[in-house]
């Protein structure tokens, strides 16, 4: 009946909508996980103010 097929249609929607979070998050883990590498060894991520790039990397200054 039309219910049921809302009831899939829904939850279909809702795991699409589980993939692209999981994707979110995915590339959230790795940034941060990048930033601790960085925040070990003495670097960090700048952004180029002058092109809006972020990823330089540059040696902390003391």
């Known amino acids: 009946d039309s219910l049921q097929e809302i009831a899939s249609e829904s939850l279909e ?13 995915d590339v959230h883990v790795a940034d941060f996980q990048k930033y601790l590498v960085l925040a070990d060894t003495g670097t960090r991520p700048i952004s180029d103010c ?13």
Do not use: F, K, N, Y
């Open 13 to 25: 929607l809702r795991r699409q909508q589980l993939l692209a979070a999981e994707a979110i998050i």
């Open 50 to 62: 002058s092109t809006g790039v972020s990823g330089t990397l540059r040696t902390l200054e003391s």
